[in-house]
């Protein structure tokens, strides 16, 4: 087989990768209707969704540091019972002839990898939605730029008016630091909208590259962070998946010892560890559930959803039909750029609501203003039914 897609071995596949990764997205999804939902009953809750990127990361760097910590894997890794190895090739003079995945050795992962797993696991995915929430305000300014003009540069010179207006009960120096601010502000914004595309294209196109390789069995990194921390994810043994539960014993009986201070305080802060845990351990299991019950409501209400949510296309409507003009009325002249009460060339076009025909915005309100009728229909108008026409600004 090209490779594989089996479960056999120590080596994930690329669905297990892949569904370990997708993971936290989907988490975020679920957490942010959830919350979204309550919001609507807890108008407080709406104070996190503010937050949303702070909040998801708060909450992925506590779960990333207990799994790491307890489990050598991520918070998805650990859902899909994967765990992390540091890679160690080990190379002889001899040894050339032998294949290549008989000289990689995995043993426990360090405290340092640990710690940059953390870095590329919440802090790396963070700064990026931060920069992606900056260019597309920047996008979106463009883009109003482009149809309306530079309104914010508007609303700066009236802003700046008005700062000018109550200088008298302001300093100076304030305000030339908060210009100087203002401008490097929108300098790093203009950056970030410049440069963040090629690095989003660099780095979707660099993960691509390794999970097409790592399909393709001829790497065994999943993606480039793994590669550049010298980490492997590798099923579980059963062996380890048994001794999970107590090594976190081991952990937390280690951590109660290590306590310090009075009988009584010691007493309390066990009491504040016990909790802590059994917090987090409630989390990780509400988590997983709400994960799951988001992925089966998607599922249930996503055909329903396209149903619903489908517009229907009808066709446009004809046209409606045109006046009919009257025996007595003014003739239409054959170039219909003309005006049908001077046959001149139409200056500030303006048209009668009541037949829609163009004249010459001085012709029609004479000819209005004097018989109250359409020239050319002879149906009944008033001043009020002439609309001038912008068509030519």
């Keep these: 087989m090209l490779f594989q897609v089996g479960g056999q071995g120590s080596h994930p596949t690329f669905f297990e990768m892949s569904a370990a990764q997708q993971l936290p997205s989907s988490l975020r999804a679920a957490l942010t209707y ?33 799994s790491l910590r307890t489990t050598d894997a991520s918070f998805a890794e650990t859902l899909y019972g994967l765990r992390r190895r540091a890679v160690n090739i080990n190379v002889k003079k001899g040894d050339l002839q032998i294949e290549p995945g008989n000289r990689i050795q995995h043993s426990g992962i360090r405290k340092r990898q640990k710690l940059l797993s953390v870095v590329f696991l919440v802090v790396l995915p963070y700064f990026k ?20 003009g530079n309104v914010n540069q ?66 065994g990194f999943y993606s480039p962070g793994l590669h550049a921390l010298g980490l492997q994810v590798c099923r579980a043994t059963g062996q380890e998946l048994m001794d999970t539960s107590s090594r976190i014993s081991k952990i937390r009986s280690n951590e109660r010892e290590r306590l310090r201070g009075p009988p009584w305080l010691k007493t309390v802060q066990g009491a504040l560890l016990t909790c802590a845990y059994a917090v987090l351990d409630y989390a990780q299991t509400g988590l997983i559930a709400a ?103």
Aim: aromatic share 12%; proline share 8%; with cysteine.
């Design 34 to 66: 959830s919350i979204g939902v309550l919001a609507l009953r807890t108008p407080f809750l709406h104070k996190i969704l503010d937050y949303e990127d702070e909040f998801f990361a708060a909450l992925m760097l506590v779960l990333e540091t207990h």
């Design 154 to 219: 508007q609303f700066d010179v009236i802003d700046n008016l008005d700062d000018a207006s109550g200088s008298f009960a302001s300093t100076s120096g304030v305000d030339t630091d908060l210009s100087v601010r203002t401008r490097f502000r929108n300098r790093l914004h203009k950056i970030v909208a410049t440069c963040y595309p090629w690095l989003h294209a660099g780095t979707e196109g660099l993960a691509f590259a390794y999970q097409l390789l790592y399909l393709l069995d001829a790497t």
């Design 291 to 393: 994960v799951f019950g988001f992925k089966m409501m998607e599922w249930w209400y996503q055909s329903a959803e396209e149903r619903m949510s489908a517009p229907t296309v009808y066709p446009p409507p004809p046209p409606p039909p045109a006046p009919k003009v009257a025996k007595e009325g003014i003739p239409l002249p054959p170039d219909r750029t003309l005006c049908p009460l001077c046959s001149q060339k139409r200056a500030n076009p303006s048209a009668v609501t009541v037949s829609g025909f163009v004249f010459c915005y001085a012709c029609i309100f004479k000819y209005v203003s004097q018989y109250n009728r359409c020239p050319v229909t002879l149906v009944p108008a008033n001043m009020d039914q002439i609309r001038r026409l912008f068509h030519d600004l």
């Design 129 to 148: 939605s931060k920069l992606h929430a900056i260019y597309n305000k920047e996008r979106e300014a463009a883009l109003q730029a482009s149809l309306w």
